[in-house]
């Protein structure tokens, strides 16, 4: 027995599941000589104590009354959607890996029938969902009260290399709210031949950036390669300061898909230990793009964060391989070595936190090297009407967050930029009165979610990316305003809800357009059944936090079809947009890729184009065609296989 079939064990045991009495000795028998899992144990205990969890007791007769009360109501409750977690794979190697949804629409154990394998699937975090909020909620909370921090950590990272098995590093980090930031990373490690060390620094003051580390070449040793832009836009993406090192508000926005493992003390600290894959966690390790030479992590790699429970600032993270053959194909691929799960390949841990403000001599930006200007003119607000040509919307706090610059971007007379900040929380507005584009201002696509504001109108949503926040556009009568942030969705639709402005729908110019000869309209959801002469089918298991986004009907002469877009409600995360998109057929369409298998969809025989991850079959008259670049070929047959005409909720 390894530490994740005992975690996985103790876990069941601890929320009152039967486990078999040969399993029950190998755990006891595994406890006895695993110090690692006794703390799990004690933690797992601890942690349902503090958060007050307890054991349901036995229904095993309210099935039919539940489901009588559940058929009872609306038919939107009906449709709920389940959400689908990352796959959690057999131990074995090349067994199939099994999805374990988050059944959403019952309250009571009913068992679901698995759409892959069969068996019962089960939600292994259930337990800790109360948890997992309470962890996004204070780190939301915490962010607009970290003014300053300076920690140091100790880096080790395996399998860099045959010849670099291990790789030692210290990294520092500096923050002073708003703007002010610098890291540096010190690489230890004695290579065995000639190399260039892997520093790095980023030192970023205000509208003044700087980064510095070896440049990419195809020798072991390489030149340092440095970089600096003036007149940097306030909070830019394109200049980015990685704030996540100091409170990680992106990377724990939303509960969903965070599992709660348990509360320790680390460096003193009262800490909480949480666990989220590494495609969630990239904002964790910005230095991987800084420069230098970095081994590839796989997506679906667990990140184990320890948080302080006080300021919510991570004390250590660890990267261990996620069990799977996915993960094992993944490894050939990149001609890594078999790397075991019970053995973190990445490690950062906390020497010391300290909360005072650093002294300003270390966000002197170096002189010397090469610059770029984004050209951001700093402006008083008094003079904004004049040198812009129009009174911007520039109240003097929103989403309670103060004022903090005011900016004329590139070509000023064409719009402005208003900054807001507190601690690591930030939002940007931007505002133009002569957008003539087809399109939302700022860079909002037109499968943005449109999404009502409290104070009326509407708005067009789209969530983070790995090089953007937060992001919402408003088109109202005169005036087009983009805002942009780190905060959660919910703050930053509640900031927008603020404003003076009432945000009209799409006009007709940007709905309707022509693509490659067809008529593409963006319609609701429910105009779209009305457009097309099929039933709209949707998924009803999807990846945690995923929802309906915008639909569009396609016309291509007599071909009617539809296509749903669906998104991640508050980050991307690696998985990208889903993309579903139906219409009227008898057979596939032919092949545009070499490289394609065949695959079952319940009684459809489909075909599986891995270079688009692209998954495509015929039932019923109707063509299907569903991808993600984010998402396995499992986890895409397990979204096609939950397919129905009833829509998600």
């Known amino acids: 027995m390894n530490h994740d079939q005992a975690e996985r064990l103790l876990s069941a045991r601890l929320d009152g599941e039967r486990i078999s009495p040969r399993a029950a000795a190998a755990l006891e ?25 307890q054991l349901a007791p036995a229904v095993p007769d309210l099935v039919d009354e539940v489901m009588a009360a559940v058929s009872a109501e609306a038919g939107a409750e009906r449709s709920k959607v389940r959400v689908l977690r990352p796959s959690i794979p057999s131990r074995r190697r090349g067994m199939l890996p099994r999805l374990v949804p988050l059944v959403a629409a019952l309250v009571v154990g009913a068992i679901v029938g698995s759409l892959l394998v069969g068996g019962p699937w ?36 395996r399998n860099l290399s045959p010849q670099v098995p291990v790789r030692e590093l210290t990294m520092g980090v500096w923050f002073e709210a708003p703007e002010r930031f610098r890291l540096d990373v010190v690489d230890h490690t004695a290579y065995p031949d000639p190399t260039t060390p892997t520093d790095l620094r980023l030192v970023v003051d205000g509208s003044d950036w700087y980064s510095a580390g070896p440049a990419p070449c195809p020798s072991a040793t390489c030149p340092t390669r440095e970089s600096v832009v003036r007149n940097r836009l306030p909070f830019s993406t394109t200049a980015p300061i990685p704030t996540d090192l100091v409170l990680p508000l992106s990377t724990f926005a939303q509960p969903d898909g965070i599992r709660v493992l348990g509360r320790g003390t680390l460096l003193g600290h009262q800490a909480v230990r949480v666990e989220v894959p590494f495609e969630r966690a990239e904002a964790l390790f910005p230095f991987l793009s800084l420069g230098g030479d970095w081994r590839p992590f796989f997506a ?22 996620a069990p799977s053959a996915e993960r ?32 300003g001599s270390v966000f002197d930006i170096p002189m010397g090297a090469d610059a770029s200007d984004q050209g951001a003119r700093p402006i008083d607000l008094a003079d904004v009407s004049r040198l812009a040509g129009f009174e911007p919307v520039a109240p003097g706090r929103v989403a309670g967050l103060d004022r903090y610059r005011v900016v004329l971007p590139s070509g000023g007379a ?59 556009a408003i088109h109202a009568a005169g005036t087009d305003l983009y805002l942009e942030s780190n905060l959660p969705r919910a703050a930053l639709l509640a900031a927008a809800a603020e404003l003076p402005v009432e945000g009209l729908p799409m006009p007709e110019s940007w709905r309707v357009r022509q693509v490659a000869g067809a008529t593409v309209q963006r319609v609701p959801l429910g105009g779209a059944r009305e457009l097309v002469p099929f039933p709209v089918e949707l998924p009803r298991v999807l990846p945690a936090g995923f929802g309906v986004a915008s639909a569009e ?38 092949a545009t890729s070499a490289t394609q298998s065949i695959v079952r969809i319940g009684d459809a025989t489909g075909r599986y184009t891995p270079d688009r991850a692209q998954l495509e079959w015929v039932r019923d008259g109707l063509y299907h065609s569903l991808d993600a670049p984010g998402l396995a070929l499992v986890d895409l047959l397990a979204i096609a296989g939950s397919m129905g005409p009833e829509p998600p909720a």
Do not use: K
């Open 328 to 359: 094992d194909a993944w490894e050939l691929r990149f001609g890594m070595p078999d790397e075991s799960a019970r053995e973190a390949v990445f490690s950062a841990v906390a020497l010391d936190v300290d909360l005072n403000v650093p002294d």
């Open 29 to 53: 028998s595994h406890l006895e000589s695993c110090a690692t899992c006794r703390a799990f144990e004690r933690g797992a205990y601890r942690l349902r104590e503090a958060t007050r969890f």
């Open 300 to 321: 679906r790699d667990r990140v184990r964060v320890w948080l302080d429970e006080r300021n919510w600032f991570p004390l250590r993270w660890d990267v261990f391989p």
């Open 553 to 590: 009907v396609v016309e291509a002469g007599a071909r009617t079809g539809v296509t749903v877009y669906l998104r991640d409600r508050e980050a991307d995360a690696g998985i990208g947009t889903i993309r579903l998109h139906l219409e009227p057929a008898t057979s596939l369409p032919p």
């Open 414 to 472: 064409n719009g402005t930029l208003v900054a807001y900040a507190d601690g690591v929380a930030y939002l940007t507005l931007g505002e133009t009165r002569t957008w003539d584009a087809d399109a939302p201002f700022g860079p909002i696509g037109l499968q943005a979610e449109e999404i009502p504001l409290s104070g009326g109108g509407v708005a067009y949503f789209e969530p983070a990316t790995a090089g953007a926040g937060r992001r919402l």
């Open 122 to 157: 089960r939600d292994p975090v259930a337990e800790s969902a109360l948890a997992a909020e309470d962890v996004s909620e204070g780190i939301a909370a915490a962010a607009v009260r970290l003014d300053a921090y300076q920690a140091t950590f100790a880096m080790s990272e």
